[in-house]
Structures are given as C-alpha cells and as structure tokens.
C-alpha cells in the first residue's frame, strides 16, 4: 500500500532563509508525486508535481523539488523564504493509472520568522 | 471560472444527527473525492467515484456514505453523526488525463 511519510510536524524559517521540506513515499512503481499547500481556513492548492522526465521539477511561487528513487524522497526547496509562504504543506503520492487516489502525508507546518 | 464548491463550510450538529454536506463542481470531472483532515493525519480519503452511479470506499469510510446522481455533484452523508467525526471535510475533483486534484475550501463540522 501507499503511504508518505512527512518527519517534520513544524519547521521555522528566518525570512529570507532558504527551506527544505523532507517527503518519503512508499510505493512498488513509479509514483505520481505532489506538494499541495494550504494556508489557514483554506483548501489545498498545488504548487507542483512530478509524473515522470526530469527528476528536478519547478512550481509556482519559487518552489522546486527534486524527485530521488534511490531515497523514494521528493523534498521540496525554496531558495529563499517568504513571510507568505508560513503555511501547511502536504506531500502526496498517486498511483498511475485511472482514478490515481492520492494518499496524502500528515503536513509540515512552516513558521517563517521575520 | 471553473470551480469547486462545499457547502456549509460551518456546521455544528448533535450525535446521532444524520448530516449532509455538498460539493459540486463545475469542471465536468468524472473523478470526486472526500477526505476529512485531522491534525496529525493530514488528509485521509473517505470515499470516490469515477463517475455517475459508481461510488467507493477509502480507507475511513465507516459512518460514511456517498451517492453519485450526476456529474456536478457528490454529496457525503454522515448516518448517524458521532463525536470522532468532527473535523474538516474536504472535496476534491480531478480531470481523467492529469494527476491534479482540485480542492474545494472544506467544510468544518462540529459533533456535539
């Protein structure tokens, strides 16, 4: 079965600072790969995913990540941290085929301090 | 625009009360889904259909049930609403060629 493992509940960033948050999946083939965010009373959006090609994958808002078999990881960098980016952040792994339910992480909570 | 929407966003309720909440889209996508998000768990899928009369268990359905009439709509019904089921709902609907998932901006319900 699918699952994603996000180790760290809560991170805190100086602005300006630049951020990486872990993301592990468990899958047996190729995974659909996602980072989805969310800000306070709001409902997900997606800042970037990975199908398959090039393993470094850009989003919006500055984001990239970098799919890893080797580590079945998909962290997720931004260069330099943003008082607007302090927001929930969800990993999710789908499966590639029709329907692809995603099993999501448990969330990493950015702080950002200014 | 092309939106997904879940209505109430805010509903408080009493065990044993049966409860509805709404979602509809207007993507056209065959493919709905619940998940509730609790702390700690992050989202977790309760039920999906890849389409009209097709409906699905994920891995929390229990107490849970879904109907799928037509494309727009897939309403989730709580039986027999319980205090473990408090927490926020969310529904999420994803075209047939992409992975992305389109979410609405949950619904918070309240067991008393």
């Known amino acids: 079965a699918q699952s994603v493992t996000q180790p760290d509940i809560h991170i805190t960033v100086s602005e300006g600072a630049s951020l990486e948050l872990r993301c592990n999946y468990s899958?047996?083939?190729?995974?659909?790969l996602f980072w989805y965010v969310q800000s306070p009373g709001q409902g997900l959006q997606l800042l970037l995913k990975?199908?398959?090609?090039?393993?470094l994958v850009q989003g919006i808002k500055g984001f990239e990540a970098e799919f890893k078999r080797s580590q079945s990881s998909f962290n997720l960098r931004k260069p330099s941290v943003h008082w607007s980016d302090a927001a929930e952040y969800f990993c999710?792994?789908?499966?590639?085929?029709?329907?692809?339910?995603?099993?999501f992480g448990a969330g990493t909570i950015l702080r950002v301090k200014s | 625009d092309a939106e997904i929407t879940q209505s109430p966003r805010h509903k408080i309720t009493e065990t044993g009360r049966q409860v509805t909440l709404a979602c509809h889209q207007t993507?056209?996508?065959?493919?709905m889904f619940w998940y509730r998000q609790d702390l700690g768990h992050g989202l977790r899928l309760i039920h999906y259909?890849?389409?009209?009369?097709?409906?699905n268990k994920g891995e929390v359905s229990d107490g849970y049930s879904v109907s799928r009439s037509n494309t727009e709509d897939l309403p989730l019904t709580l039986e027999s609403a319980a205090s473990s089921q408090t927490s926020v709902y969310f529904c999420?609907?994803?075209?047939?060629?992409?992975?992305?998932?389109?979410f609405g901006e949950g619904s918070r319900l309240t067991v008393l």
């Open positions: 993507w056209n996508h065959n493919n």
């Open positions: 990975y199908f398959s090609g090039d393993t």
């Open positions: 899958y047996g083939a190729t995974p659909y």
């Open positions: 259909s890849y389409g009209v009369q097709d409906t």
């Open positions: 999710a792994v789908g499966e590639m085929e029709y329907g692809n339910k995603l099993v």
């Open positions: 999420a609907s994803r075209g047939d060629m992409t992975g992305e998932l389109f």
